[in-house]
């Protein structure tokens, strides 16, 4: 049984900087894509990144240079690197898998399979 397990939110002042991370389980971890996505209260869920094995790594364009996507297959963890934050970085951020069949691991919702239950990320100005 696949599990994600998000760490790493909490409450933050703008201009400050966090650290996500996902704990995968249940999973052969070099053959998925990971991603990170994010949901605001009354938006829907958006991709901020993905990476494959190879760390070759696609991100939302609106988010390059603040956030960094990362991962480390020897710990089956994934990490999302959060600068200068803004209040509407708030939202709740989930890691997500799915199987890699080939491409890049672009961070589109519907192609993932599995997910985390989420972190709260709450930036206040």
């Known amino acids: 049984q696949v599990q994600l397990v998000e760490f790493g939110g909490g409450p933050v002042q703008a201009g400050g900087s966090l650290r996500l991370a996902c704990a995968a389980f249940g999973l052969t971890y070099t053959k998925y894509c990971m991603g990170w996505f994010r949901q605001a209260p009354g938006y829907g869920r958006e991709g901020i990144a993905g990476?494959?094995?190879?760390?070759?790594?696609k991100y939302l364009d609106r988010v390059k240079g603040r956030f960094t996507i990362s991962r480390d297959n020897a710990k089956n963890t994934l990490y999302l690197q959060i600068n200068s934050l803004k209040p509407e970085d708030t939202a709740m951020y989930y890691c997500?898998?799915?199987?890699?069949?080939?491409?890049?691991?672009?961070?589109?919702?519907?192609?993932?399979?599995?997910w985390g239950q989420g972190t709260q990320v709450t930036v206040s100005s």
């Open positions: 997500a898998a799915r199987s890699r069949v080939g491409g890049y691991c672009y961070p589109a919702v519907r192609e993932y399979d599995y």
């Open positions: 990476i494959d094995s190879d760390g070759e790594i």
